[in-house]
């Protein structure tokens, strides 16, 4: 199989992995594309909840040469963390998932980025969620 063929597999699969895992889920899931457009989906669940809460946040990057690291971000005007494994190109893991414990109340937005040589951004996809206050 040629590298074009080799590419455009991988994207069929990858855009097939979105459908299967993130639609049947009512996810709040989205495709983003910078830099070298490698191609991201994050899934956020629930993506509504009571302080303090747990979320599950999954992240897959598609597979690619030049990936060198996947992050996950957790932001909010009160909290902030983040998450950074390192993978080897496209022999490196394509999913991440991580647990969040004890959020305060407060509007979400996680980032799921793969990043590249120099620390650059190659892809990412966003998602909300709302943790309300007692």
Not at 19 to 29: F, N, Q
Not at 54 to 59: A, I, P
């Amino acid at each position: 199989m040629g590298a074009r063929q080799q590419s455009s597999f991988r994207r069929v699969v990858f855009l097939f992995l979105v459908m299967v895992v993130a639609a049947p889920h009512g996810s709040r899931a989205s495709l983003g594309a910078a830099g070298d457009s490698t191609h991201v989906l994050i899934r956020v669940t629930p993506s509504m909840a009571i302080e303090p809460a747990s979320v599950r946040v999954l992240v897959v990057v598609e597979r690619d040469p030049e990936n060198r690291a996947m992050r996950i971000i957790a932001d909010s005007a009160t909290y902030f963390t983040s998450s950074e494994v390192s993978i080897d190109g496209d022999r490196g893991p394509r999913v991440r998932t991580i647990l969040l414990r004890d959020l305060p109340a407060g509007d979400y937005l996680f980032t799921g980025e793969a990043i590249g040589e120099r620390g650059r951004v190659r892809g990412e996809a966003h998602a909300r969620a709302v943790i309300a206050g007692r």
